[in-house]
């Protein structure tokens, strides 16, 4: 049986594959749990999946570069029943890894007729690349085509930063283009002002022109999520919060209004300013334990807690757990670059370094597919961290006397007791084995008292009790 097939009859649902956005409106922070994004439904959307790099533009070090296979890239996404995607922007036209890499389509034309750095024509920063965003509208498209929320990155920061020579391939660079931009006037060779509070002359409106395309292009679907930039560095506070504040300004105007986020700003950056930030979710760094021991979220900010932000390429399925249980949203930077029949995804170019075994990435994606099934099995908007009552310290629950459940994770397993105090009632007991997918039912216990549990099985282990059958619908 393959994994989707399992994963379909552990969630006891049939999965539809036309588009699931209709009618069910855009994305909105839910009004009981705002924890979690919700729509129209009122139901809570738990938002989990895998990203990576070229999954808008194509990079590589061809010219052109090789064509990323997108459809192919979505099949992977639905067969471990994930959910979102961020989809990366670059705005440099090439860059040094360890080899140079070409990017394309770029956001605006190269007309000439002088040339750029690279010997091909300089850019025209006010004549926009129809083919960028038809691209970008086309594969959010596809995206929801398959049940899959897409947040647009907007601007990219760390590559502006720690890439080899990349403000030579960026087009702000003032040999780059035929506007008079000059993005780097301290001559620092990297161009960081783009991202302040007060970019280089004529930039900021060369950048809300570049956000309101990018609007424009999207603003009528409902699968819709922003990112201001990935991992620009504290320097860029306030020029994202000036960002933030366009994008909701504009899209006010506009039919549909979506969720826009700020993310971790590397090095340096304080989670503190993504909370102050006026973002709806965020994405936050290590700081607090978000790698081993994440923080409950309490509900100021819908957290996307993303592997890219906490180890770059890292994690683990004890982790995804973890993050779940204490009501955030997982996200896993994977190191995609190839897709080998009958293999599953794997990195073929060792283009980034990481040391996650093949076992270990699909352990990953897999756990994140797992947890989206239990968020839909649960009453999720009544649900809130509640660490206190298991001795694993790992929970989600609705106590009381009324539809009262529980999701208890064991990192170490087998033993856990629960705080059953607050519920007359008889409760429902399943068993899940994180390793293997497989549920176990266990013998319903009564409430009232603190109970002792012990899983059927060696390791990990997550414990599900509830007060109606296991499988009901809520």
Sequence with gaps: ????????????????????????????????????????SGKVIYLTGMHTWNNLVDIGPSNPPAA?????????????????????????FSSTWEETHLVSPMAWLRTGPAKALDGDPAFDLTRFNQEYFDRLRARVKEAGARGIYVSIMLFEGWGLQFNPKPWEGHPFHARNNINGI??????SGKGLELNMWEPPRGVWELQKAYVRQVIDAVNDLDNVLYEVINEAGPYSTLWQYQVINFVKGYEAEKAK????????????????????????????????????????????????SDTDHLWGIGGNRGWVWKSFCRGLNPLFMDPYFDVKEGAGIY????????????????????????????????N?????????????????????????????????????????????????????????????????????????????????????????????KK
């Design 257 to 304: 209004q979506h969720p826009i986020g700020m993310t971790f700003q590397y090095k340096g950056g304080s989670n503190t300013d993504l909370f102050n930030s006026p973002a709806d979710w965020i994405s936050p760094n290590p700081a607090g334990g978000y790698r081993d021991n994440p923080p409950a979220a309490d509900g100021s900010k819908v957290i996307l």
């Design 347 to 378: 990195d073929s170019g060792n283009v980034v370094k990481h040391d996650l075994s093949a076992a270990k990435l699909r352990d990953i994606r897999q756990a994140l597919g797992f947890t989206r099934l239990y968020a839909e099995k649960l």
């Design 68 to 92: 990323f296979d997108f459809p192919l890239y979505l099949d992977q996404l639905e067969k471990y029943h994930h959910n979102f995607i961020r989809l990366w922007a670059w705005q440099h």
């Design 380 to 472: 999720l908007p009544a649900m809130t961290p509640r660490n206190e009552l298991s001795s694993a310290g790992f929970c989600l629950a609705k106590p009381g006397p009324k539809g009262a459940e529980f999701l208890v994770y064991l990192p170490e397993g087998p033993h856990v007791t629960v705080d059953l105090t607050t519920v007359p009632d008889s409760l429902s007991v399943e068993w899940f084995n994180p390793s293997t997918g497989s549920t176990l039912p266990g013998d319903a216990v009564t409430g009232g008292v603190k109970r002792s549990f012990q899983a059927p099985f060696a390791g990990e282990a997550v414990l599900y009790l509830v007060q109606k059958p296991v499988g009901n």
């Design 182 to 187: 000059d993005g780097d006037p301290n001559r």
């Design 1 to 40: 049986m393959t994994l989707s097939r399992i994963l379909l009859a552990f969630a006891g649902v049939t999965f539809l594959p036309a588009c699931l956005f209709g009618g069910n409106g855009q994305l909105r922070v839910h009004p009981e749990n705002p924890r979690y994004f919700t729509d129209d």
